[in-house]
């Protein structure tokens, strides 16, 4: 039978091309929205948390975006360039990674109706650049300057970062820890960054949160080593060793076998003339207190080395992780000592006290009134229980992150929604004065910075449409400052409120988020590489 004629068969379109990129492209923004959306209830004071359990069982609760996202077991591609934004938020500003997810899912959704419109992905990615860019100068001309001595400006930024946080009613506390500490690791006439690796964070169970303390020397969770020994030193020498106190071992492949009493005999004499020998130098320096580099391959100390340093009055503490070592020499001001050869006064650190302190079921050692110290400090968080104890370790970080951002640039600018309405209504006007394309495409994107007073809205309780209609209102009448109490339940001067934040975190929030968007606009085809 002849094959039939199909004269009915659609003509091949030019157009057909184009219907693939289109799906990729909406695809990629419904993944990222999704992901946005899923942690936009975590933004604000009144925002949820999350309960994560990882595979292994471990429970996480948390309302930091950065560690939800972490977190998440995300597959698609676009929804993990989310994820990877967060990040980015974390270690530029420390705080804000929800908002900078809440804000590109927000500019997707914009994008995805532009597209609807017929506008080309490119002329948006473009005028999105544009618009962030107008974005920082307008931030710029919101700021209030700040003088690092203002410690009451830099305790209320500190505040309003915890505020949205689980350990939010211990922020009392907390924040004048994070003052305090920042403002000893730098000097405040010439620092313009600070090095988060000179605030020790040491975490031990037991206690509440309120028992955190701020510590002018080092900590060690670790108990001394040795019965018999000393475990409170005044006036103490303090050496750092990276050698064993133990007998020498054989390389791995060799043993040694001794069938001879009298060998067997010598090899134990000599074993304990060794460590004497260690032991006996480490005295005759003058050394009171030794810490001991954790090792690997053999015991760092032996019970032998143990029991003749007790003898002798010099306490231990051994295990040190050899990721703490540079900070204990800048603490100290001493030398890591590689062998007995090198062991010298010189190389000593001195403090005032060394002690062993309880702490609930465990023990930590406390070192204070270091001779000479380096610029460092050390915060021991307490709490009932690991979640309790995770979550204000994080919460603590976000607001030492808060501090370092205003030692990078020295700006505030009011907090609660009040920023972004300002930039969407500039943006509005700027908008009018514009042509064509852009026009469309920074009106959109003005309408997308709404997301956070609506989102700070709906989380706190209040109906956000009305509140936003209000908040831009004020903000058409001039109230800049105008921002949404969500204590109170209304629109506020914010300033009074003491809701502040620093310049850099708004900044890099917009920038990273359009940023993002823009790469997840120019892509029109996921290739798979099996």
Do not use: W
């Not at 080309?120 to 107008?134: N, R």
């Not at 505030?412 to 700027?430: H, N, Q, T, V």
């Amino acid at each position: 039978m002849a094959p039939q004629k199909r004269n009915n068969a659609p003509k091949q379109s030019e157009y057909k091309d184009k219907d693939k990129p289109t799906q990729i492209r909406m695809s990629n923004i419904e993944a990222a929205k999704a992901v946005a959306s899923a942690i936009r209830t975590s933004l604000g004071p009144r925002g949820m948390d999350k309960m994560i359990q990882a595979a292994n069982g471990d429970v996480t609760i948390t309302n930091d975006g950065a560690t939800i996202l972490k977190q998440m077991q995300v597959l698609h591609p676009a929804a993990k360039m989310l994820v990877e934004l967060s990040k980015a938020q974390d270690v530029e500003a420390g705080d804000g990674t929800t908002s900078v997810c809440v804000i590109a899912g927000s500019l997707l959704d914009a994008c995805s109706k532009l597209l609807a419109k017929g506008i080309h992905p490119t002329s948006i990615s473009e005028a999105f650049q544009k618009a962030s860019a107008k974005s920082m100068e307008i931030l710029e001309g919101m700021t209030t300057p700040l003088d690092l001595n203002d410690r009451e400006s830099l305790l209320k930024s500190a505040s309003t970062s915890l505020n949205s946080k689980v350990v939010s009613q211990y922020s009392n506390i907390l924040s004048p820890i994070a003052v305090d500490a920042v403002l000893r690791v730098i000097n405040p006439a010439y620092a313009d960054n600070v090095d988060l690796n000179d605030i020790k964070i040491v975490k031990k169970l037991g206690g509440t949160v309120e028992d955190i303390e701020l510590i002018d020397g080092l900590v060690f969770d670790q108990k001394t080593q040795g019965v018999g020994g000393p475990n409170k030193m005044e006036k103490a020498k303090i050496g750092l060793i990276q050698f064993c106190i133990s007998p020498p071992k054989t390389d791995m492949d060799n043993s040694v076998v001794v069938s001879d009493y009298t060998q067997m005999d010598k090899v134990l004499r000599e074993e304990r003339q060794y460590i004497l020998n260690i032991v006996k130098q480490i005295k005759k320096v003058g050394c009171n207190v030794l810490l001991i580099q954790k090792s690997i391959l053999r015991d760092a100390v032996s019970d032998l080395a143990l029991h003749f340093l007790a003898k002798m009055k010099i306490m231990v503490v051994k295990d040190i992780e050899r990721e703490d070592i540079e900070f204990v020499c800048k603490s100290l001001n001493c030398r890591p000592i590689a062998s007995l050869d090198h062991f010298v006064a010189e190389s000593l650190g001195t403090a005032e006290l060394v002690e062993e302190i309880h702490t609930g079921a465990s023990k930590i050692v406390k070192i204070t009134g270091i001779t000479n110290p380096g610029r460092t400090v050390t915060v021991l968080i307490r709490g009932s229980n690991k979640l309790v104890l995770e979550e204000a370790d994080r919460s603590l970080h976000d607001a030492l992150c808060v501090i370092r951002c205003l030692v990078k640039k020295r700006a505030l600018i009011a907090g609660g929604g009040a920023p972004e309405i300002e930039l969407s209504l500039k943006l509005m006007d700027y908008a009018n004065s514009l042509t064509g394309m852009e026009q469309y495409c920074f009106r959109e994107f003005a309408e997308a910075l709404e997301v956070i007073p609506f989102t700070l809205a709906e989380n706190a309780g209040l109906n956000p449409i009305s509140t936003v209609t209000e908040l831009r209102n004020r903000h058409a009448q001039g109230e800049t400052t105008a921002g949404i109490n969500v204590r109170k339940g209304a629109i506020t001067n914010i300033l009074e409120e003491n809701v502040v934040q620093p310049l850099l975190v708004s900044q890099s929030a917009i920038h990273l988020a359009s940023e993002t968007v823009r790469s997840i606009m120019k892509i029109d085809d996921i290739v798979n590489c099996m």
